[in-house]
């Protein structure tokens, strides 16, 4: 599943959106590289449970900027994947975990 995660890494952000999706304030992610490695597999998994088996692109959204003190902020990212045309919104909460790490949770 990992090697998949990596190859699909690179789909991200092929379909750009004109037009911000409801909910969402600005397109992009806070998650550096490895940060999106690391989701990547899990948010892959819950959107097939969704019914989006084999998807074209997905493009990340900011739903919320980051708050907190440095080492603690908390955000939260709408990750769209498009799968034969129709779109699988997965949000994403992050927080930091001290200065150099962090976790997040599919809601």
């Known amino acids: 599943m990992l090697a998949s995660a990596l190859f699909i890494a690179d789909y991200a952000n092929a379909g750009h959106s004109k037009h ?3 909910g969402t304030i600005e397109q992009g992610s806070l998650a550096n590289h490895q940060l999106t490695q690391d989701t990547l597999s899990a948010v892959v998994n819950k959107a097939a449970t969704l019914g989006c088996q084999q998807f ?6 900011m739903v919320a900027m980051p708050k ?3 080492g ?9 994947f498009t799968c034969h045309g129709t779109d699988y919104p ?3 909460r992050f927080n930091e975990v001290g200065a150099s790490a ?4 599919i809601l």
């Open 102 to 105: 962090a976790a997040f949770q």
């Open 56 to 61: 074209e692109f997905y493009t990340p959204y």
């Open 72 to 80: 603690s902020r908390v955000w939260r990212e709408r990750w769209i």
């Open 68 to 70: 907190g003190q440095k």
């Open 90 to 92: 997965i949000d994403i």
């Open 20 to 22: 911000l999706p409801p």
